[in-house]
Every structure is written in C-alpha cells, then in structure tokens.
C-alpha cells in the first residue's frame, strides 16, 4: 500500500467499486422497503468512497505539481533561497489543487451528498430546488473557469496557428462550452420536472438521449490524435450507458420492476473491472513473489555454474545470514552487447 507504488491505484479503486457495488445494493433493498434503515446508514458506503477518492486527488495532485520530487524536501529547514524555493512550491501546489475541477467536483460532492439525505428523509424541508445549490454552484464555478481559459486562450494565441484545422476560435468556444451547455439543460429539466413534474421522464431525458451526437460534435473539434483516443474510451461507456438510461427511464415511469434492475449494467462493468483489477494485483505480487523466490533459490545453491567471465562475485557475511552479489555490468556490456 504504498503511496508510490502501482498497487496502491489498483487497492484505492478496487475499495470505490467494491463500495459502489454496496451502496447500490443498499439503495435497491431500501427503495423496495426490505431494509428500514435511515437514509444516512444506506449512505455509509459512499461515505466511505469519499475517503478513498480524497486521498486519491491528494496523491494525483501531489504528481501534478511535483512538489516532493526535489531532495531538498518539502519542509526542510534550509537557506533563504531554498525556503523561497518551497514557498512557490506551495503557491503552485495550492494554485493546481485549487483550480483542478476534480476538487471542485468533490466538495460539491459532499455537499451533494448531505442534502439528498435530508430530502430523502423528509423532502418538506428541503425543495428540489433547494437540492440543487451544490450543482449550481459546481456549474458556475465550471463556467468561471471556462471563462478563464478563453480569456487566456485568446490573449496567448498565435494569429498564425488560427487558419490551422480544428485550432479556430469556434472549435475552442464549442471544446469548452458543450458539454456545460447540454448538461445545464438536462439538470434543469430533471429539477424542474422534481418539483411540478409537468411531462413524462421519458421526455425529461431527451437530452441524454442525444448525448452520443453531441460528443461527436464536440470531438470533430478537437485535435485528431486526442479525437481518435477519446472515442476509443467512449464507445465501451456508451455500450453500457444507453442501457442503464434506457432502464432508469422506464423504472422512472412506474414501470413495476425493482430498483436493482436498473443497475445490472453498472454491475456488469464493476465486476469486469473488479476481476481485471484483481489480475492485474496477482500478477503484480506474482513477479514480487517469483523474485523473491528466485533469490531463495541462488541463496541456497552453488554458484560454480556460472562462467568466470561474468563477473559476479559471492560474498557471505560473518554469520551467514544474508548473501549479496555483485555484478559488473560494464563487463556484461562489451561481452554481450547491452
């Protein structure tokens, strides 16, 4: 589990799935009234993702900035120099961690989080409306920043790189703004039909329908290369998203089926990134354990096999408890060729 180390992502995302797994879970047995629990025990699991999603952004963050790459250390008392050094650090550190929309998404997240409890637990104190503070606030908040890239989009530009394809004004304004714009719509409708529910779900969710034409229209935007990639990523969630939509809207409009039923795509790719998360954690400790197994192996057998000319010497310490090698790489080098 250590922080730097390859398993410490695969551990962090394998508790989110295994949570959000149990969390939907939770949701199904309460909506079904097979659990009485109050609404603020069936969230428990997602209280506990939100521990893991922080100190996954702390980490990511903290590689973004690269702060304690230096061996200098972070709060090492040193020269004038060096504490000026560290104060810009911690500038850049602040003004990254600040400005990142991940952040900005998981306070809202929270806040989020706290006041779809209270409604469900009595939606007299609390308006649909009221509930969607913490969105508003996260769209304003998105909004400003685009607002902030344009402004430097166009005060660095270069006139000449304008006329280059999918680098114009138009196609930066649509990058930036789409996905915001359609978003604001969807959210509105869903709130607005919370509260006076003035048409059927299955028109609420138009928007969503057409999700899929408009990050098609967002990628003819955008450079071909990061194009190409980003559709790569998009088709398998959009295998899985219609499906789930499809299944939310029809159970959104009484249809008697339960809650859960809605989730069994989410289920299928849990458990399919569960079990690839879980080869790949095996094979990760397979190599560690093989390796150590190989030095058990040298340990405890001769070495009058290999050849002279490899320059490894063999060394027992006083109370033969440890052997160590050495190899003369540059040697290796001019006799095998790298």
Not at 221 to 239: D, R, S, V
Not at 327 to 335: P, T, V
Request: proline share 3%; hydrophobic share 50%; with cysteine.
């Amino acid at each position: 589990m250590s922080v730097d180390s390859f398993s410490f992502y695969i551990i962090v995302f394998t508790v989110i799935l295994t949570f959000t797994i149990l969390f939907l879970v939770f949701v199904s047995l309460r909506k079904q009234k097979t659990l009485n629990w109050n609404w603020f025990i069936v969230f428990i699991p997602l209280f506990v993702i939100d521990v893991f999603l922080y100190t996954f952004i702390i980490k990511v963050s903290k590689i973004i900035t690269g702060y304690n790459n230096d061996d200098t250390g972070f709060y090492e008392d040193v020269n004038e120099k060096l504490k000026h050094q560290r104060i810009n650090k911690i500038k850049k550190f602040l003004k990254t961690f600040i400005f990142n929309k991940i952040l900005i998404l998981y306070v809202l997240f929270i806040a989020q989080q706290i006041l779809i409890i209270i409604y469900l637990c009595d939606n007299s104190l609390l308006t649909p409306y009221q509930l969607a503070i913490p969105y508003i606030i996260y769209e304003a908040a998105i909004f400003c920043i685009g607002l902030y890239e344009t402004f430097i989009y166009f005060k660095k530009k270069d006139e000449s790189s304008v006329h280059l394809e999918r680098n114009a004004p138009y196609h930066f304004i649509i990058r930036t703004f789409l996905i915001q714009i359609y978003r604001i719509i969807q959210m509105a409708l869903i709130f607005i039909n919370m509260d006076v529910h003035f048409v059927s779900w299955s028109v609420i969710f138009i928007p969503s329908y057409l999700l899929i034409f408009i990050i098609l229209v967002r990628l003819l935007c955008t450079e071909p290369t990061i194009a190409k990639t980003y559709l790569i990523l998009l088709i398998p969630f959009f295998i899985i998203y219609y499906p789930t939509l499809i299944l939310l809207v029809i159970y959104l409009c009484k249809y008697p089926y339960s809650f859960i039923i809605t989730c069994i795509p989410v289920f299928i790719v849990i458990g399919i990134t569960l079990c690839c998360f879980s080869c790949c954690l095996c094979s990760y400790n397979f190599d560690f354990d093989s390796l150590d197994s190989k030095k058990a192996n040298i340990t405890n057998t001769t070495l009058s096999y290999i050849s002279e000319n490899k320059q490894i010497e063999y060394i027992n310490n006083n109370n033969n408890t440890c052997n160590d090698y050495t190899i003369d790489i540059q040697k290796l080098k001019e006799e095998d060729g790298n």
